[in-house]
T-cell receptor
């Protein structure tokens, strides 16, 4: 079993839709969680951190469920510019062990 | 403040040659990470370095691959005797000095290595 798993997608949704995807992790010692966004043939960029209490940044909401060992990303009122691959990142307590998921591809259609 | 710089952006090598990939971290950043990304796959951690020290190289193949981050100059990822399976995008990321917790990593644009 992979340490961090994501549904690869692609998720193909119409503009304005709400879309959500999860990322599961296997190691309960995981300490920190993040979502990165990667556009085609570009470098990943930090989208948002994921806090235990859940956090929101505009149209984006991230949540953490430690009991079930997954994090989620919800995108409301999706825009064409949201089309990208979304990578979840899990950091273990040493802070030097950083695991990226394989990414979920999202495509927003007009 | 320039971001993370990587060069070359594209590198073509024939099987058996050596590839040298360079990464200059953001100003003030003392931590460098190297990742490999195969087509249609996620990033795979390779190595984590601080100046003159390798902190974690658990993701590095045991043979042909080496990395350094000297006191002066960029970090270098070196691949000897390249094979076709080494073809990938290699990303470097840097972060500021760690206080024991994770600091955001800023990624460079990557080097796309093609082995003929």
């Amino acid at each position: 079993r992979k340490e961090v798993e994501q549904d690869p997608g692609p998720f193909n949704v119409p503009e304005g839709a709400t879309v959500a995807f999860n990322c599961t992790y296997s190691n309960s010692a995981s300490q920190s969680f993040f979502w990165y966004r990667q556009d085609c043939r570009k470098e990943p960029k930090l989208l948002m951190s994921v806090y235990s209490s859940g956090n929101e940044d505009g149209r984006f909401t991230a949540q953490l469920n430690r009991a079930s060992q997954y994090i989620s990303l919800l995108i409301r009122d999706s825009k064409l510019s949201d089309s990208a691959t979304y990578l979840c990142v899990v950091v273990y307590s040493s802070a030097s062990k950083i695991i990226f998921g394989s990414g979920t591809r999202l495509s927003i259609r007009p | 403040n320039a971001g993370v710089m990587q060069n070359p952006r594209h590198l073509v090598r024939r099987r058996g040659q050596e590839a040298r990939l360079r990464c200059s971290p953001m100003k003030g950043h003392s931590h460098v990470y190297w990742y490999r990304q195969l087509p249609e796959e996620g990033l795979k951690f390779m190595v984590y370095l601080q100046k003159e020290n390798i902190i974690d190289e658990s993701g590095m193949p045991k043979e042909r691959f080496s990395a350094e981050f000297p006191k002066e100059g960029p970090s270098i990822l070196r691949i000897q005797q390249v094979v076709r399976g080494d073809s990938a995008a290699y990303f470097c990321a840097s972060s500021p000095q760690s206080s024991g917790s994770y600091n955001e990593q800023f990624f460079g644009p990557g080097t796309r290595l093609t082995v003929l």
